[in-house]
């Protein structure tokens, strides 16, 4: 509980028994309310920005789209809104993809039930939480140096597309400020979400966005 008022929590997973689940869990706590449900990675961008919770409890498999997109994109939006990753699988990749996205939290759907209520207190109050069974051989991974920054691989030119793409230009638009044909950027653009293993330029937008919110690159 912050401020003495009870977090507002967005449960998001596209089984409806998960989250009706989540739900009757929340409605029985006193520190904790659900403001709202999404069964999709749109939906859940969207009550993201109409509700503004202050955690999203988040399934890291949606259809469609992977919930460490949705992460991406909720955060890029708004920073203040905590992230729990729930998902079934211990995937290290995954856990690294979490941490990259920011979400604050990463657990297995397998705990108990309060556990998973302490967990999203935890977030809400703004520490980080993450599964201890899967994040040590990440960490460590990290620490190596052994995992590459996505945006290594951009060429100089790439990078400077991938800054107008975040800034809202269209193809159109872009080709006329780096004085290329609308056909070159096209593919500079494929080239680039390519790259960074992204199949929508709003999710390298974001992906951008969220890498200068915690200045891990220069304004």
Do not use: F, W
Not at 126 to 152: F, H, I, K, W, Y
Not at 181 to 192: A, C, F, P, Q
């Amino acid at each position: 509980m912050r401020d003495n008022r009870p977090l507002k929590v967005l449960i998001v997973d596209d089984h409806d028994i998960v989250r009706r689940g989540l739900a009757t869990l929340l409605s029985r706590q006193e520190v904790m309310v659900l403001a709202g449900e999404a069964g999709t990675g749109a939906e859940a961008v969207e009550k993201a920005s109409e509700l503004a919770p202050d955690v999203v409890v988040l399934d890291i498999r949606l259809p469609g789209v992977s919930g460490i997109e949705v992460c991406r994109d909720i955060r890029a939006h708004n920073p203040d809104i905590k992230v729990l990753m729930l998902t079934s699988y211990s995937d290290e990749e995954a856990v690294m993809g979490s941490i990259m996205a920011g979400a604050s939290g990463y657990l297995l759907k397998e705990i108990r039930s309060q556990e998973i209520v302490e967990a999203i207190r935890r977030v809400g109050m703004g520490q980080s939480l993450l599964d201890p069974a899967v994040t040590n051989r990440v960490l460590e991974r990290v620490r190596r140096g052994q995992e590459p920054d996505p945006l290594a691989h951009l060429s100089e030119q790439e990078q400077h597309i991938l800054e107008l793409i975040a800034e809202g230009r269209t193809n159109k638009e872009i080709a006329r400020e780096v004085n290329l044909s609308d056909k070159t950027v096209k593919n500079y653009v494929s080239n680039i979400l390519g790259k960074l293993e992204m199949s929508r330029r709003s999710q390298a937008a974001a992906y951008l966005a969220d890498r200068r919110a915690r200045k891990d690159l220069p304004q």
